[in-house]
């Protein structure tokens, strides 16, 4: 990391830690929490005993989904959430993000963590069985590419990028004129998840990846892959790698090398760190969606609040994502 974005990366952190951001978002989602508590308690008051859900805002034994691509980040999450609240319990099941939304459609569980929103036609099927789904943007992370530590190449174009996902560069001599001609090695964790589902719509536009791209089971057996392979490349969501508190994203980190991006060739390029993300820099940058299907205020909703409240948007920030609703301020470091 460079010395402007380790600035404004610790700039980023000391905001948190303020008392103003601590009074303005802790004192709103707290109120938030203590909001559902209340209209729950007033709600169920109404009922008779056999008509009450078995779960409020912080307690309480629900299923839900994630996509595996946020894992640390919703594990990280779900610990702290625990900590505080022993009578909740909460059982994700992480999956491919097109897996994740068919148990979602047949009511297997109803909270999804995914990377992207709900369609029209999706909400419509909801909408129909009187059904509104709540939808709250908590966080962004980033897609990384990943290369084997005796790899020459850590730096490509914006454009590069395309044409390797599309099967048009097929070789590393492709990349540059002093790697080997071996054929590029594209690795990604399933077909159906949401970090393949993103590329082909955001960034490549078409319906398939190259020829000489096969899918693995995991983000972790992607970054164990490109270890072993010189002439892999490989995309992991970047939350894998990106926490520098958690020794496994350190261990995965000495393992691979994470590459640079230039968005116009010749121009400065960005490694997925929180200060690019935040400028846009980064070209690969997708959002953390909280998707619930749950009519009544229990669970679901107070574990949505708190990762959207001032101490779950910290959890983020620290995993190396960027927070939704934490102000950050940006400073521009100039060396004289």
């Known amino acids: 990391m460079d010395v ?49 859900a078995s779960d409020t805002p912080t307690s309480g034994n629900i299923n839900a989904l994630a996509d595996a691509t946020f894992f640390p980040i919703v594990q990280a999450e779900l610990d702290v959430f625990h900590s505080v609240y022993n009578n909740a319990h909460i059982k994700f099941e992480f999956l491919p993000e097109s897996e994740a939304f068919k148990k979602l459609f047949a009511d297997s569980a109803r909270l999804l963590i995914a990377s992207r929103r709900l369609s029209i036609d999706e909400r419509k099927f909801f909408e129909q ?45 492709e990349v ?39 899918a693995l089971n995991s983000d972790t057996s992607v970054i164990n892959y490109v270890a072993h392979h010189k002439n892999a490349i490989g995309m992991i969501g970047v939350s ?61 909703d107070g574990f949505t609040s708190f990762v959207a409240s001032d101490k779950g948007q910290r959890i983020i920030l620290k995993a190396g994502l960027l927070p939704a609703i934490a102000p950050l301020r940006l400073v521009n470091v100039r060396k004289d």
């Open 129 to 173: 069985k009187k059904i509104y789904p709540k939808e709250i943007l908590v966080g962004r992370d980033a897609v990384a590419f990943i290369v084997n530590p005796n790899n020459r190449d850590t730096v490509f174009d914006l454009q590069q990028i395309k044409d390797i996902l599309a099967g048009k560069i097929l070789s590393w001599r």
């Open 240 to 300: 894998w790698i990106s926490d520098r508190d958690d020794s496994t994203a350190l261990s995965f980190t000495y393992q691979i090398k994470v590459c640079a991006i230039r968005p116009i060739k010749n121009d400065r390029s960005y490694k997925p760190y929180q200060a690019y993300m935040a400028l846009e820099q980064y070209p690969f940058i997708r959002n953390i969606w909280m998707i619930s299907t749950d009519p009544h205020l229990g669970l679901v």
């Open 4 to 52: 402007g974005a380790f600035f404004v990366q610790l700039k980023m952190e000391k905001m948190l830690k303020g008392k103003p951001l601590g009074k303005i978002v802790e004192g709103r989602w707290s109120k938030v929490l203590a909001l559902f508590i209340l209209l729950f308690s007033v709600s169920t008051s109404c009922q008779n005993n056999t008509d009450r």
């Open 176 to 214: 540059s004129e002093d790697n080997s001609n071996d054929k590029l090695d594209i690795v990604f964790d399933h077909p159906q998840s949401g970090i393949v589902r993103y590329m082909l719509d955001s960034i490549v536009g078409t319906d398939s990846l190259s020829p000489y791209s096969h």
